[in-house]
């Protein structure tokens, strides 16, 4: 990958320009608290909010996993994107040109956001390719049919921009191996290569349509970028659906069909359906919060995504026993998540888009209402699968259970659903209970076994008296200036600090000013200890103490330096009266400067 290159004037202008409080937004719920903003962290699971932002001074820190940093790199850990795709996409998002020597990479090669770009245009040409085949061509005629037998009116069609994939070998190769190279269409995962065979020189005979013969949903990101393909066949053959494989734009379980329509409804909570086409027939009857898995099992990346829109889940699954066991696969990780979660298992032999064709909007939400709790669902259907008679039975279903049950911190709660189990289980809730508690101690981990590691130290541990003083700087709760004659910049030894209290040090005149400008760092430790510092909370009360004692202990050890240096310079005195008078000397500076600290 080829490295590039921006100006510092263009990456400023960029971060000014660029509204963190909005992007942060468009990512997870936020809730004003003071003058600045807080929520649940998306890069690891809470169940309180750790996570803050402060607009003004363009940083984020999540006290919980202690991310922190500026725009660039809240954007680059969310999506996974280099720094030089940041830049890009904020200076297009912001209209932002980029200098012509700023768009080619070194050495002539393509950077991988030109290379994403071109799998973002060759998917959205297959997208209208597929789309005219079902409207125009003779053949995608019967595709449309089958479409409005289920009910996909015209307008939605459009808005999804179904499609249809002749039943063809090389139908997609023909149209768009003219404007795109066959390489291009393989990485987008279009076309498929015959048996890795090099000894075929032509192309159109080494490639084949993957997709042929089906109805064709594109798949788009959250911004709305084509990404991928599902086919669903229009007859019985195997498999019903075929997926796009991934590619440096798609990645299976990190996406929801249909988010981008979504998004920005704010209604919550998030319905996740099974099936492009349930997800369309809820969308169309009017129920806008509805997205699809693609088929896939719930993953940690759908939750992180998901907790990015809502706060409050409902998923719904086929009435049929792969639909239950998918339920109960997701359980741990939607117990783990600590997100709100209600689970629908429809009535045998329906899915969504056959319980809303048969019983509308009304029927469909009458379901979503039905919902259980993660763990009454779990409790429910595993009773049902085994024989509660024998021990063996119960105790089955009782390890199944309690797992989850750990995942709660409410007491209330636990007690609750021991009491259910016992019930279902035909238990007294005293055993349950006494179950419950010899499991507990058994997965408790050993104490010993732990490794403790203060957050602020995971790095490096910083100085707290230089931390005190630069957090109140960063926070506006004192003066540079007062520190004139108190501190100056070499009181400051931690590198780290020292790089960000020097923007408040004119250099020339040796003194402490105001004129410290919006502070960032391409360090990203420094970055992070800048966002740290400048949201944490200090109680009013405690900002004189807090700056009186920090300037004290940093005046002491100063001291203690230059003593430490008298002493070395005396090299190896025998002295001892000279030594004592040089102790003397420095204990007497040292009390005379607490003497006008406090003044």
């Known amino acids: 990958m080829h490295s590039r290159r921006f100006s510092p004037q263009l990456i400023e202008t960029i971060e000014e320009r660029s509204d963190l409080l909005g992007i942060v937004s468009e990512y997870l719920s936020l809730k004003r608290s003071g003058q600045n903003y807080s929520g649940l962290c998306p890069f690891h699971q809470e169940k309180s909010p750790s996570f803050s932002i402060n607009p003004s001074k363009k940083v984020f820190y999540c006290f919980g996993c202690g991310a922190g940093g500026n725009i660039f790199q809240f954007i680059e850990k969310i999506e996974g994107l280099s720094f030089p795709e940041v830049i890009e996409r904020l200076a297009e998002r912001e209209g932002i040109p980029l200098p012509i020597e700023d768009q080619a990479p070194q050495g002539g090669g393509r950077s991988a956001s030109s290379s994403r770009n071109d799998l973002y245009k060759v998917n959205e040409a297959a997208a209208d390719y597929f789309h005219g085949n079902l409207l125009k061509h003779p053949e995608g005629a019967r595709a449309l049919s089958y479409l409005k ?169 086929d009435g049929d026993p792969a639909g239950v066991r998918a339920a109960l696969r997701a359980a741990p990780l939607l117990m783990t998540s600590a997100m709100p979660t209600r689970i629908v298992s429809l009535s045998a032999g329906l899915d969504p888009d056959n319980l809303i064709r048969k019983s509308g909007k009304t029927g469909f939400l009458d379901a979503i209402e039905s919902g259980r709790s993660v763990i009454d669902f779990a409790i429910f259907h595993s009773v049902k699968s085994v024989k509660i008679q024998s021990a063996e039975g119960k105790m089955a279903v009782i390890n199944k259970i309690f797992p989850l049950i750990d995942q709660l911190k409410s007491p209330v709660e636990k007690s609750h659903y021991l009491v259910r189990l016992s019930e279902q289980l035909q238990v007294r809730e005293e055993d349950m209970r006494k179950q419950y508690g010899s499991h507990s101690k058994k997965s408790r981990p050993n104490a010993r076994d732990k490794k403790i590691t203060p957050l602020l130290e995971k790095n490096e541990p910083f100085p707290k008296d230089q931390e005190g003083i630069l957090m109140l700087l960063l926070q506006d709760h004192l003066d540079p200036a007062d520190l004139n004659g108190q501190l100056d910049l070499e009181d400051f030894t931690h590198s780290k600090i020292k790089t960000l209290i020097s923007h408040y040090w004119k250099k020339e005149e040796s003194l402490w000013c105001s004129s410290a400008q919006h502070i960032t760092s391409n360090d990203v430790t420094v970055q992070t200890l800048l966002s740290r510092l400048s949201l944490s909370e200090i109680k009013q009360e405690q900002i004189e103490q807090t700056r009186d004692d920090c300037i004290c202990r940093l005046r002491e050890k100063r001291l203690d330096r230059e003593r430490a240096e008298q002493f070395k310079q005396l090299g190896l005195q025998e002295n001892d009266e000279e030594i004592h008078a040089l102790q003397r000397i420095l204990d007497l500076k040292k009390a005379s400067s607490h003497l006008r600290l406090a003044q």
């Open 149 to 317: 037998a289920r009910g996909i009116q015209d307008e939605t069609i459009q808005t999804f921009k179904i499609g249809f994939a002749l039943p063809r070998w090389d139908a997609l190769i023909k149209q768009l191996g003219t404007r795109f190279q066959s390489s291009l269409l393989e990485r987008a995962g279009l076309v498929s290569r015959k048996g890795g065979d090099q000894t075929i020189s032509t192309q159109a005979l080494r490639c084949f349509d993957r997709f042929r013969g089906r109805i064709i949903f594109p798949i788009r990101n959250t911004r709305g970028k084509v990404i991928a393909f599902g086919g669903r066949v229009l007859d019985d053959s195997q498999p019903k659906y075929l997926n796009s494989p991934e590619t440096p734009v798609y990645t299976k379980g990190d996406h929801l069909f249909a988010l981008d329509q979504t998004k920005a409804t704010g209604i919550h909570p998030l319905i996740v359906v099974e099936g492009y086409l349930d997800a369309i027939s809820a969308l169309q009857a009017g129920v806008p919060n509805v997205v699809a898995s693609l088929g896939t099992a719930l993953t940690e990346a759908h939750l992180r995504l998901i907790r990015r829109t809502t706060e409050k889940l409902v998923l719904v699954f």
